[in-house]
């Protein structure tokens, strides 16, 4: 049962920088979870807002914007990460029940899906991030006696440098089939960074292993820094994410992976809000068009 836990220390992890913005998304996560027509419910991540200074004040429920869904961040751009949680939580669920055991949080943040979703017997949830972000949110669920619903292993590790050893040491085996996911991750990452975890992720999946990731395709961010989404979270949340952004030209990772036969799969976000009749839809400069979600599977041998 979720309680309410207190105002954690160790929010260091958090506080700035990228950091920061697993804290934006676990509010656009306990909006998501409290609407009529909720599309992902996650009860804990209202806590990580309620217990991290950093984000005093900000909403956890609709009621608490004054212009509800014509906000352009905590509207458009909060349910577009309650859109992006659902179809990833079906993605992840979906290749635990095809056989991958293993799950991989790159960049995991303040993910909860360890204690959320209903995993098939004998799945490991691996959680890689850095240590203060891990810290932050062992001390609020903690405080809130979660349980989690699989073996869950918190790894240490920074993803500019060699996490596949940590991932190794905290017990992944790269002989069972595995499911990866890196959300809202790798456009912070320099390009070459990006092409090595990719690579790495090839290496070590088994036959029957998938990956799900979220890409940028804009050939320049700045083209969109006056998009509603981006001016509103910096002049409401101090937020600057272009300047968060890694600015490289992004690596075609879809591509590296397919040339290593995988069978890949691109979307864009409205495809999604098509099929589940709900979620963002284009708009003029629209900061969201050049969003990519990506899924690819390893063909069992």
């Known amino acids: 049962m979720v309680g309410t836990a207190h105002r954690s220390t160790g929010v260091e992890g958090v506080e700035g920088g990228v950091g920061l913005t697993a804290l934006l998304v676990a509010a656009a996560r306990a909006i998501e979870t409290h609407r009529h027509d909720t599309l992902a419910q996650d009860v804990y991540a209202e806590h990580f807002v309620l217990a991290a200074p950093a984000c005093a004040g900000w909403p956890v429920r609709m009621h608490q914007v004054p212009d509800g869904d014509a906000n352009p961040l905590w509207g458009r751009f909060a349910r577009y990460f309650g859109l992006r949680t659902r179809v990833l939580d079906d993605f992840l669920l979906r290749s635990a029940h095809s056989g991958a055991r293993q799950v991989v949080l790159l960049g995991a943040g303040l993910d909860t899906r360890a204690f959320r979703l209903d995993w098939p017997p004998g799945c490991t949830v691996f959680e890689v991030d850095r240590e203060g972000v891990l810290a932050f949110k062992h001390g609020v669920l903690g405080g809130l006696s979660a349980s989690p619903k699989a073996a869950r292993v918190p790894v240490v590790a920074d993803l500019c440098a060699d996490w596949a050893a940590a991932l190794a040491e905290a017990g992944f085996d790269a002989a069972v089939p595995s499911v990866w996911l890196a959300e809202g991750l790798l456009f912070y990452l320099p390009s070459g960074v990006e092409a090595r975890l990719v690579d790495t992720v090839g290496r070590l999946s088994a036959g029957g292993s998938a990956m799900a990731y979220e890409v940028k395709l804009e050939k320049s961010l700045l083209e969109y820094r006056e998009s509603p989404l981006y001016t509103s979270t910096k002049h409401q949340i101090g937020i600057d994410l272009l300047d ?57 041998v």
Do not use: M
């Not at 690596?251 to 098509?274: E, R």
């Open 244 to 300: 968060l952004f890694d600015a490289e030209p992004r690596p075609d990772s879809a591509g590296a992976l397919a040339g290593k036969g995988w069978i890949t799969s691109v979307h864009t976000p409205f495809d999604f809000t098509h099929q589940h009749g709900r979620g963002p839809l284009p708009e003029p400069n629209d900061a969201l068009e050049g969003n990519r979600w990506v899924f690819a599977h390893k063909p069992r």
